[in-house]
């Protein structure tokens, strides 16, 4: 089969032929129709630090998909072939105190597919059935692609409650986009979005932000003060990594705010610890989806009308993946879908 590896321990992907994957009688053979491009992929394709340690070569990319099952092995009795499925691209352990709590997003030995296993850039992916969701209900296959992000956003907005609350999102990426379109739709009074992409500012907007605010010309005050608020945000969604947008969403919250990481800084940095202690805000880190009943309030709040197309900007062949992967690279686009069936 075709797959999209990282053939080489240096910059660069490599389309070739492989063998297909094997399964176990507990798995799930999946041939894939759509895989999204998240910045993972872009980190491998790069090579950068994080890569180099994270990745050993060769190793098939990707963790967004959405595909049709193939096959089953033969302990797996309540998925079928023809079923049309995503997959949670986290594989835990099972046997630590979080996993057998439950809490299995809170595994500490969790192995990401298309990083420390082979992934779905391929034509066919393989997955232990515990990890296949299956869509019952019908779905675009450009949304069902990117479930994975999706339920970063999702795990991230509903993080606190938030109906009639004032959230501010720091990042305007898809995963901040869709977040926005996450907490309009479960009922937040105002959403505020900042970035310095006008263009995914305005992809932004499209979604359901009620602000989008280019934080390279004006500030988050003044946002405040357009939407007349008077005491700050009461629900902040990191989604950037970058040191100075924790520093201005701490300087912005309410007392008692609470504040939902999702963003992966790159080093450590400084932020005004004195604030958080006064302005009594909590802080909760987000790795992610919780399994399954993120999966669930997805599927739902997209049977709900909620609406992802707008963060989907482009489309490409599988065999087109450095033109997918240079325009993902860009701080102008939304979410880039690769379509293996052409
Ligand atoms: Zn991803
Ligand atoms: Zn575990």
């Not at 094997?22 to 041939?31: A, H, Q, Y």
């Not at 193939?70 to 797996?76: E, L, Q, S, Y």
């Not at 992409?197 to 003060?225: C, F, H, M, P, Y």
Request: hydrophobic share 45%; aromatic share 6%; net charge negative.
């Amino acid at each position: 089969m075709k797959a999209l590896v990282k053939q080489h321990a240096e910059p660069g992907l490599w389309l070739m032929d492989v063998p297909e994957p094997e399964t176990g009688p507990g798995d799930v053979l999946i041939k894939v129709l759509r895989t999204g491009i998240c910045g993972t992929d872009l980190h491998i394709r790069s090579w950068d630090g994080w890569a180099q340690q994270a990745v050993t070569t060769p190793r098939i990319l990707g963790h967004e998909f959405v595909g049709e099952v193939a096959a089953v092995g033969a302990d797996v009795t309540d998925i079928a072939v023809g079923d049309v499925v995503s997959g949670e691209g986290h594989l835990v352990c099972g046997k630590c105190r979080n996993c057998l709590a439950g809490r299995r997003h809170l595994c500490r030995s969790t192995i990401g597919l298309g990083v420390g296993r082979d992934g779905a850039f391929a034509e066919y992916v393989a997955l232990p059935a515990s990890n296949v969701w299956v869509h019952r209900t019908a779905v675009d296959l450009h949304v069902a692609a990117i479930f994975d992000p999706f339920g970063n956003a999702v795990h991230t907005a509903l993080s606190f409650p938030l109906v009639g609350e004032d959230v501010l999102i720091t990042g305007a990426g898809p995963i901040g986009i869709m977040a926005a379109a996450v907490a309009k739709h479960a009922g937040a009074r105002n959403v505020v979005i900042t970035d310095v992409s006008e263009s995914r500012l305005e992809l932004a907007r499209k979604a359901g932000a009620t602000l989008a605010v280019n934080v390279s010309r004006t500030d988050i005050a003044a946002a405040q003060r357009q939407l007349g608020l008077k005491e700050g945000f009461d629900i902040g969604l990191e989604m950037s990594g970058r040191p100075e947008a924790m520093r201005d969403m701490v300087d912005n919250m309410t007392h008692g705010g609470r504040i939902a990481m999702l963003g992966l800084p790159a080093q450590e940095f400084a932020v005004d610890w004195s604030k958080i202690v006064t302005s009594m805000i909590t802080i909760k880190g987000i790795y992610g989806r919780e399994m399954f009943e993120t999966w669930y309030a997805m599927t739902v709040l997209l049977e709900g009308g909620l609406d992802l197309t707008p963060v989907i900007t482009g489309s490409y062949g599988y065999q087109d993946f450095d033109a997918a992967f240079d325009e993902a690279a860009t701080a102008r686009s939304g979410k880039i879908i690769l379509d293996w069936t052409v």
